[in-house]
């Protein structure tokens, strides 16, 4: 009997003792950082749809006053189509070629919608149409609440990231065979160069 009770000690022990082990090397925490990760990521889709659900309301509005932007137009649209035809599931995330092209398809979108924002001021009847004006603050607010949404998903990458590149969560991340998550870098082309203000004074 009493063997058997020492032998059941030395069990939850042993059992305690991988237990602690396991959860020192991150084989708990380093799924919770991802889905943390995954979950952020799915916020980040969440605004840029919202920002494409904007798009063929304020195309309309401003495709009946300015018909002279036919081409910027059509470049908003266009943007959109692509932007929206490119999907990244959070199973994706670890593949920067991917991130890439999704980055560049909302990059480009992005563009589009600031030239026509731009175009459109030349317009004093349009930006007196109380539908284009709520629509231009919709669409501004929701450019904020992409950058909100991608600066929450980078930090979730962040915490991820250090915890599968650093001991111990490392071996942990290694044992479930967790790769590094990719984060968002969108940037604007030429957004490091300051405008030249020649010619438009």
Do not use: H
Not at 46 to 55: C, F, K
Not at 132 to 158: F, H
């Amino acid at each position: 009997m009493r063997l058997s009770l020492a032998a059941r000690a030395g069990r939850n022990s042993l059992a305690l003792a991988a237990a602690l082990w396991l959860a020192g090397c991150g084989f708990n925490s380093v799924p919770t950082k991802q889905e943390a990760a995954k979950a952020k990521w799915a916020d980040v889709q969440a605004a840029y749809q919202e920002r494409a659900n904007l798009v063929p309301n304020l195309a309309a509005v401003a495709k009946g006053a300015a018909t002279q932007e036919k081409e910027i137009l059509t470049g908003v649209v266009e943007a959109r189509a692509k932007a929206t035809s490119i999907q990244l599931s959070a199973n994706d995330l670890n593949d920067p070629a991917k991130m890439q092209q999704f980055q560049a398809a909302q990059g480009q979108l992005g563009q589009s919608l600031s030239r026509l924002l731009v175009s459109v001021e030349q317009y004093p009847e349009l930006k007196s149409i109380v539908n284009y004006q709520m629509l231009q603050t919709q669409l501004e607010g929701q450019e904020n609440r992409i950058r909100i949404a991608v600066r929450d998903y980078n930090a979730a990458v962040q915490t991820y990231n250090t915890a599968v590149r650093t001991f111990p969560t490392m071996i942990g991340a290694k044992l479930r065979g967790a790769d590094p998550l990719v984060p968002y870098t969108a940037s604007t082309p030429g957004a490091d160069v300051a405008p030249s203000l020649e010619g438009k004074m």
